[in-house]
């Protein structure tokens, strides 16, 4: 299996443009879980989805952000207009609904804007 | 507002010694994860504690969830270079239908030779 695929791996940009992360999940996992990651903050949940459905957006940040998964294995979390303070490492995770549900993540996406 | 604190945050030690991580909060979770992450990598779960007073042995690290399921602690003995990295606990909360993870602060262990 090639785990969860996040593309790219580093983005960088200048405020005000639009930035567009992207996310292939585990195959046959049910959930889809953004999450934010900077030293200030420590790894925060943005937004996850069950079956292609977004189930609690509770943690994105602003309007800025939105998030959508049109199939089950693709996702994207997109930033506009991007500002400095969303610099930040943006991970992508997916699970399944059993046991414990661990969940499996990606490497990352590093965004810069500068 | 971060939920789960751990102390400490940063830990250099030479290869040989033992280390503790704690990981507290103030609220009851399901059940508590520990992962470890590398540099440029997602977290990799190491164990799920479930039970208040479970104790879970992964070689030599030894994992405790306490008896009220606020806190953990994550014992290494005699660590290894290999043990390098960030880790984090990470609170279990069980909505039904997913489980919502809420992450610690994170301990970073250097360990040389």
């Known amino acids: 299996d090639a785990g969860v695929i996040q593309s790219p791996r580093h983005e960088v940009t200048e405020m005000g443009q639009e930035v567009t992360l992207r996310c292939k999940p585990i195959s046959g996992h049910d959930y889809l879980f953004w999450y934010r990651q900077t030293m200030m903050r420590g790894l925060e949940l943005l937004i996850y989805f069950n079956n292609n459905v977004p189930i609690d957006d509770s943690g994105m940040p602003e309007d800025r952000f939105s998030a959508k998964m049109p199939n089950a294995s693709f996702s994207t979390l997109k930033i506009q207009p991007s500002e400095p303070r969303d610099s930040a490492v943006y991970f992508c995770?997916?699970?399944?609904?059993?046991?414990?549900?661990?969940?499996?993540f990606g490497p990352g996406t590093r965004l810069t804007v500068l | 507002t971060q939920l789960l604190e751990q102390s400490p945050q940063f830990l250099s030690i030479q290869e040989g010694e033992n280390l503790t991580v704690y990981c507290n909060s103030s609220s009851v979770f399901s059940s508590l994860q520990w992962y470890r992450q590398e540099p440029g990598e997602g977290p990799v779960l190491l164990v799920t504690?479930?039970?208040?007073?479970e104790v879970k042995k992964l070689k030599r690290l030894t994992f405790q969830f306490g008896d009220a399921r606020k806190d953990s602690s994550l014992h290494i003995t005699a660590a290894q270079p290999g043990d390098t990295g960030l880790y984090l606990c990470a609170g279990v909360r069980n909505t039904g239908t997913a489980s919502k993870l809420t992450f610690g602060t994170g301990t970073r262990l250097q360990v040389t030779l």
């Open positions: 504690v479930v039970t208040g007073g």
């Open positions: 995770a997916s699970s399944l609904l059993t046991g414990y549900n661990e969940q499996f």
